[in-house]
C-alpha cells in the first residue's frame, strides 16, 4: 500500500490564480482531512469527510473548497488564492468508524507558497 | 490550539540524555495521541492513549495518560539523532469528536 499520497510537494501560486490540491488513499478509509500547518499555530482542519459523498467544514474552511466523489480521492481547491494561504498542506486519512477512537495516516504534505 | 499546551516548545539535549515533553488539556480528554514530524515530512503516528493511568512503550519512547486523563508526557530514553524531529500531541475530547492539535515540541537531538 502506498498509504496517503498528496500531490504536488511543493507548488508556487500568484494571487488570484486557481489550483487542486490532490490527495489520495488506498487502505479503503472512510475518513479523510485536510490540515494546514503554520508556524506558531500548529495544525488546522480545513474541511473533512466521513465518506464518500459527505463533507463538512473544519476550524479554517474559508477560502477552500472539496469534493469526495469516491472513497480513495480527497482533492482541495483553492480557487483564488492569497497570500494567507501560504502554508503547508497535509492529507489524513483514518478508518474512524462510528464509536470508536483512531489514528490518523498523514500524507507527506504539499508545500505552497502565494505570491 | 489554546485547548491543549504543550511545553516545552523547543529542546536541545546530548545525545544519550534522557528527554520529556508535556501535552496538557484544558478539558479532560476521551484520546490522546502523539505523533513525530520529521522537517518537510508528513506526521507519522506514534501512539494512542484512552484511559487514566494509560502507558504505552515504543522501543525508547514511552507515553503515558495521568489519571485524570488532561495531562500526557512523551518521554525519550538515552536519545539518539534519530529521535530529531517535532513532536505533536493530538487529542480529542469526545467520542467521534474532532482531533485538535498541540503547538508542537522541536527536539534536536546532538552527536
Known amino acids: 500500500n502506498a498509504g496517503v499520497t498528496q500531490t504536488p510537494k511543493f507548488h508556487i501560486l500568484k494571487t488570484g490564480q486557481s489550483m487542486t490540491l490532490q490527495c489520495a488513499q488506498d487502505?479503503?478509509?472512510?475518513?479523510l482531512s485536510w490540515y494546514r500547518q503554520d508556524p506558531g499555530m500548529g495544525l488546522r482542519r480545513i474541511h473533512y469527510?466521513?465518506?464518500?459523498?459527505?463533507?463538512d467544514k473544519g476550524e479554517v474552511p474559508d477560502g477552500y473548497n472539496v469534493s469526495r466523489s469516491n472513497t480513495e480521492d480527497f482533492p482541495l481547491r483553492l480557487e483564488s488564492a492569497a497570500p494567507s494561504q501560504t502554508s503547508v498542506y497535509f492529507c489524513?486519512?483514518?478508518?474512524?468508524?462510528?464509536?470508536?477512537?483512531?489514528?490518523?495516516?498523514f500524507g507527506p504534505g504539499t508545500r505552497l507558497t502565494v505570491t | 490550539s489554546q485547548e491543549l499546551e504543550q511545553s516545552p516548545q523547543s529542546l536541545i539535549v546530548q545525545e544519550g540524555k534522557n528527554l520529556t515533553i508535556n501535552c496538557t488539556s484544558s478539558?479532560?480528554?476521551?484520546?490522546l495521541y502523539w505523533y513525530k514530524q520529521k522537517y518537510g515530512e508528513g506526521l507519522i503516528f506514534l501512539m494512542m492513549?484512552?484511559?487514566?493511568?494509560e502507558e504505552k512503550s515504543h522501543e525508547k519512547i514511552t507515553a503515558k495518560l495521568d489519571e485524570k486523563k488532561q495531562q500526557s508526557s512523551l518521554h525519550i530514553t538515552a536519545s539518539q539523532p534519530s529521535h530529531a524531529g517535532i513532536y505533536l500531541c493530538?487529542?480529542?475530547?469526545?467520542?467521534?469528536?474532532?482531533?485538535?492539535f498541540g503547538q508542537g515540541t522541536e527536539l534536536s537531538v546532538k552527536p
Open positions: 489524513a486519512s483514518s478508518s474512524w468508524t462510528q464509536g470508536a477512537s483512531y489514528e490518523q495516516y
Open positions: 487502505m479503503n478509509h472512510g475518513y
Open positions: 469527510s466521513v465518506a464518500a459523498g459527505i463533507t
Open positions: 478539558k479532560t480528554l476521551y484520546g
Open positions: 492513549l484512552q484511559k487514566g493511568g
Open positions: 493530538g487529542a480529542v475530547f469526545n467520542q467521534g469528536g474532532k482531533l485538535i
